[in-house]
T-cell receptor
């Protein structure tokens, strides 16, 4: 079983829809939870990160962590065609070196105009 | 600032050939990383260098070697390429050190090298 599981999609929604992307994990030591966005043929870039449980909002994006269920989500409101990309969840623990990040396999998202 | 740069962008090798992937960063970061990305597998860490002068194995180090040439540069070498090493390779860097209670050492990624081994 992988430490981090992510539905690969693809997910296709109309412009303006609310998008929900999710990951589950098995390691209870994870403390930092990240979402990276990767456009086609580009490197990943950090979108948001959350420490421990709770919600974090940044514009149209909301990251949510439920440590009791080992479940994290990324919500995109008022989705735009420019949001079309692959979204990778990632996580690491406080006690590990910052180098040891575990990535999900990514969900490919397409926003239809 | 260029951020993280990688060369080459594309490469085709025959089985058994060797090559070195180059990576450089201009952000004065202490830590650097090499990942490979395969369909359905996400990003997997090959090797990393927590600071200049140190290197450590990641999740999938077999068939690779690395050199942290100086603080800016971190190279990845394939001594005898195999078709299983066909992948997209990403270099990344971060300020380094242990993550604090409320801070996070963001990793910045390069544009990638697409490698095909025939």
């Amino acid at each position: 079983q992988k430490e981090v599981e992510q539905d690969p999609g693809p997910l296709s929604v109309p412009e303006g829809a609310i998008v929900s992307l999710n990951c589950t994990y098995s390691n209870s030591a994870f403390q930092y939870f990240m979402w990276y966005r990767q456009y086609s043929r580009k490197g990943p870039e950090l979108l948001m990160y959350t420490y421990s449980s709770g919600n974090k909002e940044d514009g149209r994006f909301t990251a949510q962590v439920d440590k009791s269920s080992k479940y994290i989500s990324l919500f995109i409101r008022d989705s735009q065609p420019s949001d079309s990309a692959t979204y990778l969840c990632a996580m690491t623990s406080y006690y590990s070196s910052a180098s040891k990040i575990i990535f999900g396999s990514g969900t490919r998202l397409s926003i239809r105009p | 600032n260029a951020g993280v740069t990688q060369t080459p962008k594309f490469q085709v090798l025959k089985t058994g050939q060797s090559m070195t992937l180059q990576c450089a960063q201009d952000m004065n970061h202490n830590s650097m990383y090499w990942y490979r990305q395969d369909p359905g597998m996400g990003l997997r860490l090959i090797y990393y260098s927590a600071s200049e002068g140190t290197t450590d194995k990641g999740e999938v180090p077999n068939g690779y070697n690395v050199s942290r040439l100086n603080k800016r540069e971190f190279s990845l070498r394939l001594e005898s390429a195999a078709p299983s090493q066909t992948s997209v390779y990403f270099c990344a860097s971060s300020p380094g050190g242990l993550a604090g209670l409320s801070s996070y050492n963001e990793q910045f990624f390069g544009p990638g090298t697409r490698l095909t081994v025939l």
